[in-house]
């Protein structure tokens, strides 16, 4: 693997309007919140990201990534390199949920994002959580969605899974397991 140099950084000012705790957010200074290292290798089409996020609160939530619906078509397919995550994936139709679930995953466990799911990875731990991903080069990330209804559909806080209310239609989440080894071949996320 490469060094990790000059990562892109997420600021909590980038992300204010998508937390949970809107009256925490209103007096808190603006500061780093986690680091992104893109294109940390190529291959056959594929980068491969790394995602550093330090352990810490957002107010009353877990912090987390801003959270992103992959372009087009293109899955993408995460590993827990340090710490422990949780993967919350969701796919939206307006504001109607059709889908959402949660992985919680450790050192060495694989998650796969279908095409068409956001996903927001949340660090719930007191250590730092280092994660990798796989995705076509080809994939652009889309924010707007997300932005829009002011964060994913759950939020994971001190209390436990909070309902964003923007939502008009929500199913009960879900709970799935990681897969514990990488597949053979990274094909599926070449559409």
């Known amino acids: 693997m490469n060094k990790l140099k000059n990562p892109d950084i997420r600021f909590l000012n980038d992300m204010k309007s998508v937390l949970y705790d809107q009256k925490w957010t209103k007096n808190a ?3 780093e919140l986690y680091y992104m290292y893109r294109e940390v290798k190529k291959k056959d089409s594929l980068r491969y990201d790394v995602t550093i996020i330090p352990s810490r609160m957002l107010g009353k939530e877990f912090i987390r990534t801003k959270g992103n619906r992959n372009w087009k078509t293109y899955p993408e397919f995460y590993t827990v390199l340090k710490g422990e995550a949780i993967f919350l994936l969701q796919k939206v139709k307006g504001k109607i949920v059709k889908d959402i679930l ?17 996903v927001i990875t949340i660090n719930p731990a007191k250590r730092e959580l280092k994660i990798g991903n796989w995705v076509s080069e080809k994939n652009k990330n889309i924010y707007k969605e997300l932005e829009r209804m002011k964060g994913a559909a759950y939020f994971y806080t001190e209390k436990g899974w909070m309902r964003n209310k923007n939502y008009k239609k929500v199913p009960k989440l879900r709970f799935e397991k990681p897969l514990k ?3 053979a071949n990274f094909d599926f996320l070449k559409r």
């Open 29 to 31: 200074p603006n500061f």
């Open 102 to 118: 949660a992985v919680k995953a450790q050192k060495g466990n694989w998650v796969i994002v279908p095409a068409n799911y956001a």
């Open 181 to 183: 080894k990488s597949p």
